[in-house]
């Protein structure tokens, strides 16, 4: 007897054992190539930079060379396409630069690039570079670099750290005199980003241009906002060259690091080149695809839950919390040992909590078990046949309900919309047993049984309406299998409930 | 605070007393000595009562059975010029759906408690049972008419209206502990414990009272009555113990529990028998039921006749 169950427990611990490796496995597999997180962050940023070069040929054979984002832990291209007639297209990697050529051409040019970038902002600020050389320094005559000396030790009185003092010295209003005389008369983005790598490579700081986009809803031609990128301690930290803050501002996404021109042209002239910035906010589920296919995982995710279409993807996460509430069930009852109207009814209320908000759920069961008795009571007078008690019971909860959702409604009280949620037939079906129980047992049974019942609802409501375990749940399903076997293994608890500790209290030897 | 806790035992202590949870007994005891087959010979009490009355043992005597709705209007050609029976749910569990009459005179129906009803409500009551109201899964049911017991005089100073009876639990078909449960005003007449009524626990070998228990606290006197229930001795030990033995012939369940009441004129008879048994019974004796198991596994001897187990039982040495 001993051994048969020891043989039990022992398939079924060696079950949980495996699927818990699995689990693990599954877990480390999805977030290193799918990208997948543990925190319900929802959403992920797609960029989708469009660049419309065009030029006048001069007739020579045609060059054009394009800087490209590098792909990196900060950067994901998930789509790259040029539209280019009669153009080859070569792709430089070392320097990350779309080479194309053309035998000479007549009439004006028109190309394009498309580019679908991953910007993934966790990574941002956390990247060890390498160690760049030592600056190279300016070449200035002795008038220029007393000057620049002389900026440089003004910048001390600015905040921030080195690079954010002189690009705020740089960019104070009014200008010092000595600022003033500095800058040239006419000042573009590009030369002031030449002054401030100048005066920090003066300083020992390596530094480099960054190019970038901000994406402003109206506009829809950009050229590229310059930023400055300087090495300290380690890090490529980013500076608004304006501002001197800190950090990428919101909304902007990085197209190109370092020196390199972005264009170059030959055998054409007047060339010009705009940009058309679009951000898109995707499911990082959605974008799972994407990454699966840069790792050589496609086949694989074809066929999970995750390359569903969205609805059925949604009906799924809400599935694979059950497996949870369940457990949370079987803890309640064969654990601690609380007798509850039905095996699964009290899940079914903490499912409605979910959808109605806690407060307003608990409420709103209250005022529809209160009536729902009252009238049950009232009915039980006339003493209808079972089916037809019953069905009266549910026609009331429904009229209940909508009396509820309209009330709430003039009111404006949110609460008494949420009485929908509530599952009809359960909810007829848990008056009916609580008055049963009432008549055949007594109010104190029938009142414990609903006690019961909803504190194992409220428990279960606890576990499934954490958004974090949601997510988890469904992000990471293979999680439901451990959950399957430990279930199987509770079904093989022999030792005592919980409630059973005060209840044979008595029988305990003195 | 902390007398809380000490409310609760520890598993530990549980276990040294012998006391036997309600997963150890699904999981050790009922799963593996009650084949799910024979559920049906002790859920359906029409087939627990033929089964019964073939291998000897007393039960009620049947007046009738209504298995439709349509049949529900023929309830007084059933009871022709009786004057007491009891209507119950063939399916029924706990004493749930039993309607007791005790007096029926020109269509005034009076219950146990003394309450008078019309047929209406009778009839009503049979189509409760019929559709399934008291039944496990309220499955469709059959309604069984049966004779009143005029419960024995020696229980009537201990019970609240109701009928008392005996619980015998048997194990592999040795009557191993029981109990008789006491109808009380709070359990509404029923012997349910968990309904309020009392346990009193009885030595196995001599059928005396052991201890009483009331709400999973221990009493001595009925509350309603006042009576002593230490004095309990309950008559025709035997016999009782011998229904318990042979309910194991009949139906072949390892561990079962027996209900059995004592008819003044016919004597001890077969009510119901049960499958899954509750464990109350154990706090009614003060006796855990594991040691009672192990005792008849390790030291009971195998293969006796049921009059041979009761006599084992019975000469028995106290410990």
Not at chain 1, 50 to 59: D, K, L
Not at chain 1, 130 to 136: E, G, H, L, S, V
Request: hydrophobic fraction near 45%; proline fraction near 4%; aromatic fraction near 10%.
């Amino acid at each position: 007897m001993l051994k048969k169950l020891a043989s039990v427990r022992g398939i079924l611990s060696i079950l949980l054992l495996l699927s818990i490796v699995y689990a693990a496995y599954g877990i480390y597999y999805k977030v290193s190539y799918w990208g997948f997180h543990f925190t319900p962050r929802q959403s992920a940023n797609i960029w989708t930079i469009e660049a419309h070069i065009s030029f006048e040929p001069t007739g020579e054979p045609i060059k054009v060379a394009l800087t490209t984002p590098r792909s990196s832990d900060a950067f994901k291209i998930l789509e790259e396409n040029v539209v280019a007639e009669g153009y080859k297209t070569s792709k430089n990697k070392e320097e990350s630069r779309l080479v194309l050529t053309s035998a000479p051409k007549v009439d004006k040019q028109d190309i394009y690039y498309k580019i679908m970038l991953f910007d993934n902002i966790d990574t941002r600020g956390k990247i060890k570079a390498d160690a760049p050389k030592a600056p190279k320094q300016p070449i200035f005559d002795e008038q220029r670099l007393a000057a620049a000396k002389q900026l440089l030790q003004l910048a001390q009185k600015q905040d921030g750290d080195a690079v954010s003092q002189i690009i705020r010295l740089l960019n104070e209003e009014p200008l010092q005199p000595a600022v003033q005389a500095y800058l040239p008369v006419k000042s573009t983005q590009q030369i002031m980003v030449e002054i401030i790598t100048d005066l920090l490579s003066l300083k020992g700081i390596p530094s480099r241009t960054a190019r970038g986009f901000r994406l402003e809803e109206s506009k829809k031609a950009l050229s590229p906002d310059l930023m400055i990128e300087a090495y300290i301690d380690g890090l490529w930290k980013i500076y608004d060259i304006k501002t001197g803050k800190k950090g990428l501002p919101d909304n902007f996404v990085l197209f190109q690091r370092g020196g390199q021109s972005l264009i170059d042209v030959e055998g054409g002239e007047n060339s010009v080149i705009k940009f058309s910035v679009l951000k898109s906010i995707t499911s990082s589920m959605k974008l799972a695809g994407r990454r699966a296919e840069l790792f050589d995982q496609q086949r694989n995710f074809q066929y999970s839950i995750y390359n569903l279409p969205l609805a059925q993807q949604n009906t799924l996460k809400w599935l694979s919390i059950f497996p949870l509430a369940i457990l949370v069930i079987v803890l309640m009852r064969n654990v601690i040992g609380l007798q509850t109207m039905g095996t699964f009814t009290p899940m079914l209320l903490a499912m409605s909590l979910v959808k109605t908000g806690f407060w307003p759920g608990l409420l709103c069961f209250a005022i529809i078990m209160v009536l729902g008795l009252s009238i049950r009571f009232l009915m039980s007078k006339f003493n209808l046949l079972l089916v037809p008690r019953i069905s009266a019971v549910v026609i009331f909860v429904i009229l209940i309900m909508q009396f509820l959702t309209v009330i709430g409604y003039q009111l404006e009280f949110n609460i008494a919309q949420s009485a929908v949620f509530f599952p009809i037939i359960i909810m007829s079906w848990i008056i009916e047993r609580a008055s049963i129980t009432w008549e055949e047992d007594g109010a104190l049974n029938a009142c414990r049984e609903i006690v019961f019942s909803l504190i194992v609802a409220i428990a279960t409501y606890f576990v499934i309406s954490s958004e974090y375990i949601r997510h988890i749940m469904f992000a990471f399903n293979e999680l439901n299998l451990v959950i399957l076997f430990i279930v199987m293994l509770l079904g093989t608890y022999t030792g005592y409930r919980l409630m059973e500790l005060k209840r044979f209290r008595p029988l305990v030897k003195s | 605070m902390f007398e809380w806790v000490k409310s609760f035992a520890s598993p530990r202590q549980l276990s040294q007393a012998g006391v036997l949870g309600m997963n150890r007994r699904n999981f050790d005891v009922i799963s593996k000595y009650n084949p799910r087959r024979l559920y049906p010979l002790v859920d359906d009490k029409v087939k627990t009562k033929e089964l019964a009355n073939k291998i000897g043992i007393n039960t009620p005597h049947l007046i009738g059975k209504i298995e439709y709705q349509h049949e529900a209007k023929n309830i007084l050609e059933l009871i022709g010029n009786r004057h007491e029976f009891v209507i119950k749910p063939a399916q029924g569990s706990g004493g749930k759906g039993v309607l007791v009459i005790r007096d029926y005179r020109d269509g005034v129906f009076t219950t146990a408690s003394g309450r008078t009803i019309g047929y209406h409500e009778v009839y009503q009551h049979i189509s409760n049972i019929l559709s399934g109201l008291y039944s496990l899964g309220g499955k469709y049911d059959t309604a069984i008419i049966e004779e009143l017991v005029h419960f024995s005089d020696i229980f009537k100073d201990y019970s609240y209206q109701g009928v008392p009876d005996v619980r015998v639990i048997v194990y592999k078909g040795y009557p191993a502990l029981a109990m008789t449960r006491l109808p009380t005003k709070a359990s509404g007449g029923r012997a349910n414990l968990h309904q309020g009524a009392i346990g009193v626990g009885l030595d196995i070998r001599t059928g005396r009272a052991l201890r009483g228990v009331c709400r999973d606290m221990p009493v001595t006197r009925q509350p309603d009555t006042g009576a002593d229930l230490m004095k309990i001795e309950v008559p025709f030990w035997r016999e009782h113990l011998m229904i318990g033995a042979l309910a194991y012939e009949m139906t072949g369940l390892g561990y079962l529990g027996a209900d059995i009441v004592l008819d003044a004129e016919r004597g001890p008879m077969m009510l119901e028998l049960n499958a899954r048994p509750g464990l109350a019974i154990q706090i009614a004796n003060g006796i855990g039921l594991v040691e009672c198991l192990r005792e008849i596994d390790n030291h009971y001897p195998e293969g006796l006749s049921a009059p041979q187990r009761v006599d084992f039982v019975l000469n028995k040495r106290a410990k």
